[in-house]
């Protein structure tokens, strides 16, 4: 009896100094909420069909992911999931040291994906569209104009 309990209370000690603040606090993976407008689109991460929104998944925080929607008659949707320092990561530096910085460095724990939510708005392929994605103006032109748009300039070739 008193062996487990010095058994209990050393590996209750020793224990954290294997794991680090972000590994215990957030884990390894993050849930992703994938949702579009209209619902019903195909949604691939990293190449491989994951389902139809809306939809959560679990990524790996220690990667970048890239998320396609598609859906027809629309136009598809791409975006990248980036890896962000956890701010966790800074409770190594006072409580685990370079033991629990290498744990959640290894095991991708000192990241944060974001945006942790992604809301697709698919616009129909049959229209022009704007997006802005990354301080960049996204234009998508249609060569048969509809009958109800109203001409507001026009491209001159240089």
Not at 7 to 17: D, N, R, V
Request: net charge positive; proline share 4%.
């Amino acid at each position: 009896m008193k062996r487990t309990i010095i058994t209990a209370l050393l590996l209750g000690f020793i224990a954290p100094c294997f794991s680090g603040c972000a590994t215990i606090m957030d884990g390894s993976s993050q849930n992703l909420g994938i949702s579009s407008t209209p619902t019903g689109a195909g949604v691939t991460v990293d190449g491989r069909n994951i389902g139809t929104t809306p939809l959560t998944v679990d990524l790996k925080r220690k990667d970048n992911h890239t998320v396609k929607i598609a859906l027809a008659g629309h136009y598809p949707y791409e975006m990248t999931i980036t890896k962000k320092s956890n701010g966790w990561v800074w409770g190594n530096i006072v409580f685990g040291g370079l033991v629990g910085l290498a744990v959640d460095a290894i095991s991708g724990s000192m990241y944060k994906l974001n945006p942790e939510q992604l809301n697709a708005e698919l616009r129909k392929s049959d229209r022009a569209s704007v997006t802005v994605q990354d301080n960049t103006i996204v234009v998508a032109l249609t060569r048969t104009p509809d009958q109800s748009w109203e001409k507001i300039g026009e491209l001159k070739q240089m």
